[in-house]
């Protein structure tokens, strides 16, 4: 946008006149004001010039040789580019009421008869120029309000730290209109730089960074450093804003070239910019700090090991959703008795505390009851008599129960609203029809169904956090599980690549386990 419609002060003016002598008149009194002024003696020629240049007002004769300036007017205000640039018409043939009517009809902002006054011209070129400056200057405003606006939601949207840096970056160079760069640490404390308009340098030095930080910006609050020599800006100087929230927190920083940030607009502007930034850094610090809580507490409820057993390996994994900090309910436990093992995988609906508390509660419950010898069917009843008395809200909780006898080769399982065991072998894969009314509904239950387990078997037990997909049906997630699985590859190998292949993304937690009987 041109300084002078921003600020006032001389403007740039074309004049349209066929006529010599009134051209020569109304330019001299022009510059004289101290205005630049470009002259057009045919409407074509104002038109290309219109076209080439920026003008803040045009000072128009009515009769042209080529065009009437009626229809020069039209054009002008019809032009997005050139609508808002005051038309000042002057005409000493077109001076009945009728013809000013016309020409301010058809978009003159003022309309002057000839001969006119030096000072009655300039007069109503100056209230034409305050008028266009006033509106020029509130658009100019609106349209930044607007980038900021659109750049705070950018901020705010981001869900990683490579994303809030790549918005923080764009929003400055969008808002001010230059180059920007915007750096942040992480909780891991890496550096994260994103640029806009320029690139970054090659791996800024973190230290250094965060030396230069501390020493401008020391306790919490916002930092403006002008002309400054930012290490993580590749031009130099910059104006950078420096934003901390909490005494122990790293600030962020977003730097732009200092020749975009001249005046208090621009500073503020910066400085909102900075603090969006900080906001949003603040949010994802404070997520990624309740989510390892929340991993570390769930980890401390499920079992440190696995029991060894040469005849029967297993490996199990357990992986909360990526999307969410809160404690989930998803579980599993391997429990070594006399003459077999019990093993479960269950799963408490919701993500809480309450979830996370109710797991706990039916995972000591479970081994009460397997250590006082009951058979798996009973155990699930007698847990669901518990989530009825102490948790008949919250407490929907499915699990699956495997008996495994090695003296026999069988096992005997029993299941509660859960998905069923994959059985692996060298006939291929199948679920394992085994089926009954989640815990915590008090419906009765089948007893548990026996099922061989030859050497070469392999088990994988699993909660739906693995195979479910919003808007997909479930069982098209466990057929495509049931196609992934092999019987020769290793456990571990088998578990990640699961995870990997499958667990990506997911809204919710994951737990799975492999058991594999051996000859």
């Known amino acids: 946008m041109n300084p002078t419609a921003m600020g006032g002060g001389p403007a740039r003016v074309l004049v349209v006149d066929d006529l010599e002598a009134s051209r020569f008149i109304a330019c001299t009194w022009l510059r004289r004001n101290g205005h630049t002024v470009v002259e057009a003696t045919t409407a074509a020629e104002a038109l290309v010039a219109l076209e080439a240049d920026s003008f803040d007002l045009i000072l128009l004769d009515v009769h042209l040789p080529d065009m009437s300036g009626y229809d020069v007017t039209e054009r002008i205000k019809s032009d997005p580019r050139t609508s808002s640039i005051p038309v000042v018409m002057l005409s000493a043939t077109y001076i009945e009421p009728e013809d000013k009517v016309t020409g301010l009809t058809r978009g003159a902002d003022a309309y002057l008869t000839e001969p006119v006054d030096p000072g009655e011209l ?3 070129v100056e209230a034409a120029l305050r008028y266009h400056r006033a509106r020029a200057l509130a658009e100019h405003l609106a349209a930044r309000l607007t980038r900021l606006t659109t750049a705070t939601f950018a901020i705010n949207a981001a869900t990683t730290f490579d994303a809030l840096a790549e918005a923080a970056a764009i929003g400055a160079a969008d808002v001010l209109g230059t180059a920007a760069t915007a750096v942040l640490t992480t909780p891991s404390n890496s550096l994260r730089v ?5 690139g970054p340098p090659d791996r800024p030095d973190i230290a250094e960074v965060e030396q230069w930080m501390s020493a401008r910006l020391s306790g919490v609050g916002v930092a403006l450093v002008e002309d400054g020599p930012a290490p993580w800006h590749p031009v130099q100087p910059a104006a950078v804003v420096l934003v901390r929230t909490k005494p122990r927190r790293p600030p962020i920083g977003i730097a732009v070239a200092w020749t975009a940030v001249t005046s208090d607009e621009d500073r ?6 900075g603090q969006a930034t900080a906001l949003a850094a603040e949010g994802l610090h404070t997520f990624a700090e309740e989510h390892s809580l929340a991993l570390t507490l769930q980890r401390s409820l499920l079992p440190r090991t696995l029991p060894r057993n040469p005849a029967l390996p297993m490996t199990a994994r357990y992986v909360p959703a990526s999307s969410n900090a809160e404690i989930g309910g998803d579980f599993y436990d391997v429990i ?5 093992v019990l093993i479960a995988i269950g799963d408490v609906c919701g993500h809480s505390i309450e979830a996370a508390t109710v797991m706990a509660e039916v995972r000591h419950t479970l081994r009460a009851y397997a250590v006082d010898g009951h058979r798996p069917a009973e155990i699930l009843r007698r847990v669901d008599a518990l989530l009825q008395r102490f948790h008949p809200i919250g407490g929907l909780t499915t699990m699956c129960l495997l008996r495994v006898d090695l003296a026999t080769g069988t096992m005997a399982v029993a299941n509660a609203g859960h998905v069923p065991p994959l059985v692996v072998d060298d006939q291929g894969a199948r679920y394992a029809g085994v089926h009954g009314p989640l815990l915590g509904i008090g419906l009765a239950r089948p007893e548990a169904t026996e099922l061989p387990l030859p050497p070469g078997t392999t088990v994988l037990l699993i909660t739906d956090g693995l195979v479910e997909r919003p808007g997909v049906d479930l069982d098209e997630g466990m057929e495509k599980l049931r196609g992934t699985v092999s019987n020769t590859e290793d456990m571990d190998d088998l578990a990640d690549r699961l995870l ?12 799975l386990l492999l058991l594999r009987r051996l000859g």
């Open 122 to 124: 300039l007069a109503n």
């Open 194 to 198: 994103a640029a806009a308009g320029v």
């Open 268 to 273: 503020n502007l910066l400085r909102q910019l």
């Open 336 to 340: 070594e008795l006399d003459d077999h």
């Open 500 to 511: 990997t292949e499958l667990g990506q993304g997911k809204q919710d937690d994951i737990a």
